[in-house]
């Protein structure tokens, strides 16, 4: 269950509770999304302070509303973030203990490399245009991170080879979207199928030994 706020929402903190309080009984996993570029302000939310509180009030929501454990808590964030700002949100992310962290949400850059004439509007680019760069900072976030909280990879996976790049680069799972619009409901199984294959071809005895395969040093410690 992916939750926001209303775009004309004041107290943020009033949304992400109310739907944390009727979804959470129902819910596999909570996100709290504090990235989409299609809701103003909704990025400000990344801020530590900020970040600490709305993690805080939603936890407490989800434990109130459902018999035995919460379900866990993610975080989904946005790709558009340099060096220091991905180091400086693992650090809060991992002190605020979540239980992982969604990267990313669409992106607000990349235009300038886009052919359509519409590539001038607002919102967020999804898509295989946003496959490499979300790959690169999946992989930075990572390296952050040092394995200590599993990270689900999203932006441009429409095939098993794209999702097996995101494992090796760092993620434990995968979310789709565009592609499930050109490629239809089917990707999924031929993803999986594929998947299987590129493990058996790369020696791996299970997925989790691949996660974050290619981000090795030259003495071979995982970045």
Do not use: W
Request: charged share 20%; with cysteine.
């Amino acid at each position: 269950m992916n939750i926001g706020k209303n775009k004309e929402t004041e107290d943020a903190a009033v949304d992400y509770v109310a739907c944390a309080e009727r979804l959470a009984p129902f819910a596999d996993y909570l996100v709290i999304n504090v990235s989409s570029p299609n809701t103003p302000g909704l990025r400000a939310l990344q801020d530590a302070d900020v970040l600490a509180r709305l993690i805080g009030v939603v936890r407490a929501a989800a434990e109130r509303t459902r018999d035995g454990p919460p379900p866990p808590l993610l975080v989904k964030i946005a790709p558009d973030f340099d060096d220091q700002g991905l180091a400086t949100l693992a650090e809060t992310l991992l002190a605020l203990a979540v239980d992982g962290v969604i990267l990313g949400n669409t992106t607000i850059g990349l235009r300038n490399s886009l052919k359509s004439p519409h590539r001038g509007e607002t919102g967020g680019l999804s898509g295989q245009p946003l496959f490499e760069f979300s790959t690169q900072q999946l992989a930075k976030f990572h390296g952050h991170v040092g394995g200590r909280i599993p990270l689900i990879g999203v932006g441009g996976i429409d095939s098993a080879e794209t999702a097996y790049t995101k494992i090796r680069n760092g993620a434990s799972l995968i979310q789709l979207y565009t592609g499930l619009i050109y490629k239809g409901p089917g990707l999924v199984p031929r993803i999986t199928t594929g998947l299987a294959a590129l493990l058996r071809r790369d020696g791996f005895t299970h997925i989790s030994d691949a996660v974050g395969a290619d981000l090795t040093t030259k003495n071979g410690v995982t970045s």
